[in-house]
């Protein structure tokens, strides 16, 4: 994994079905590693799948909770399980602080 350079924001979207207690976690969890890893570099979309039903076929989303990084490409998904930090990290292309680049 590369460091994300300073200058780059990322856009992610999140699709989460209603206020399932999965959904709520995995935005909860979401925000906090995104403000301990790339505090003031992101941009977080939430989508609930029963609200716009039309987002959710636009970006061919078949389950939630599901994560799109939009931005800096490539374009990333996750789904299922959202819980486990490194996973997001990993998903998102994203260096931990902790990790040596």
Known sequence: MT???DAERIRLRLFVAGTAPRSLRAVEVLRRVCEAHIPGRYELEIVDIYQQPE???RDGILAAPTLLKLA?????RLSGDLLDEGRVLRGLEIA???EPF
């Open 3 to 5: 460091p994300l350079a």
């Open 55 to 57: 987002l959710a076929e």
């Open 72 to 76: 800096p490409g490539p374009e990333r």
């Open 96 to 98: 931990s602080v902790a």
